[in-house]
C-alpha cells in the first residue's frame, strides 16, 4: 500500500521561503513520478509541480516557475518542494502524490494517484 507524508508547512510572511517534504512507503520510490499540487479554500485542486522517475525533468504551472523548485532524493523515498518569494496567493494546502505506473514524467494530472494528507502553507502579508 503507498503512503504519502507531508511535513514542513506553516505561516510565513510574503517574500519569505518554505521547504516541504514527502515521504513515500510501500513501493520502489525511484520508478515513480512525484508531484506536488495545492488547492485554496473554495477552489479546485491544482497541479504546481512534477519530477520524473530519475529526476530528468521537472515541470511547473506558470504561476510558480522561478521561485518554486521540486526535487527528490530517492535514497530517502522523499520529495521535496522548495518554495521561495512566497505570496498570499500561494496560501494553500499542498499535497503530495505520486503516479500510478511506472517509469512516468510527473506533467500529466490524470496519472497521479495517490496522495498524502496535506500539510497547510499560510502567507501572511
Known amino acids: 500500500q503507498v503512503q504519502l507524508g507531508e511535513s514542513g508547512g506553516g505561516l510565513v510572511q510574503v517574500g519569505g521561503s518554505l521547504r516541504l517534504s514527502c515521504v513515500a512507503e510501500?513501493?520502489?520510490?525511484?520508478?515513480?513520478?512525484m508531484g506536488w499540487f495545492r488547492q485554496a479554500p473554495g477552489k479546485e485542486r491544482e497541479f504546481v509541480a512534477g519530477?520524473?522517475?530519475?529526476?530528468?525533468?521537472?515541470f511547473y504551472r506558470d504561476s510558480v516557475k522561478g521561485r518554486f523548485t521540486i526535487s527528490r532524493d530517492n535514497s530517502k523515498n522523499t520529495v521535496y518542494l522548495q518554495m521561495n518569494a512566497l505570496q498570499p496567493e500561494d496560501t494553500a494546502v499542498y499535497y503530495c502524490?505520486?503516479?500510478?505506473?511506472?517509469w512516468g514524467l510527473g506533467n500529466r494530472r490524470d496519472q497521479f494517484a495517490y496522495w498524502g494528507q496535506g500539510t497547510q502553507v499560510t502567507v501572511s502579508s
Open positions: 519530477i520524473d522517475w530519475g529526476s530528468h525533468r521537472a
Open positions: 510501500g513501493r520502489a520510490f525511484s520508478r515513480y513520478a
Open positions: 502524490a505520486t503516479e500510478r505506473h511506472a
